[in-house]
Nanobody, 123 residues
Framework: QVQLVESGGGLVQAGGSLRLSCVAS????????TGWFRQAPGKEREFVAA????????YYADSVKGRFTISRDNAKTTVYLQMNSLKPEDTAVYCC????????????????WGQGTQVTVSS
């Protein structure tokens, strides 16, 4: 069992930056691939970024490529999402997720989910 707790969300102006953190319980977390998803009001949840258990492989949605960076520190059982050059359309609840089978980008392939953290970008 893996429990995930996100933090780092908040209100920021367009062009600003935020760093989200996702702390996981459980020593087996270091063998899990992880990802970030987001859901804006009235929209479906969408993939943002994913990282393999080792951190060697990363994947990004086209909408965030070049602006967001996913990373992880397995010693701290923490995954990060550095978000730069934020836009109003990035406003959403951001959730992290863990997948025991390997890096993935599809929502249905993730086994564990956090509650999410709100990111609001003002214009």
């Amino acid at each position: 069992q893996v429990q995930l707790v996100e933090s780092g969300g908040g209100l920021v102006q367009a062009g600003g930056s935020l760093r989200l953190s996702c702390v996981a319980s459980g020593r087996t977390f270091r063998s899990y691939a992880t990802g970030w998803f987001r859901q804006a009001p009235g929209k479906e949840r969408e993939f943002v970024a994913a990282i393999s258990w080792s951190g060697e492989n990363t994947y990004y949605a086209d909408s965030v490529k070049g602006r967001f960076t996913i990373s992880r520190d397995n010693a701290k059982t923490t995954v990060y999402l550095q978000m730069n050059s934020l836009k109003p359309e990035d406003t959403a609840v951001y959730c992290c997720a863990a997948n025991r089978w390997g890096v993935a980008t599809a929502e249905g392939e993730f086994d564990y989910w956090g509650q999410g953290t709100q990111v609001t970008v003002s214009s």
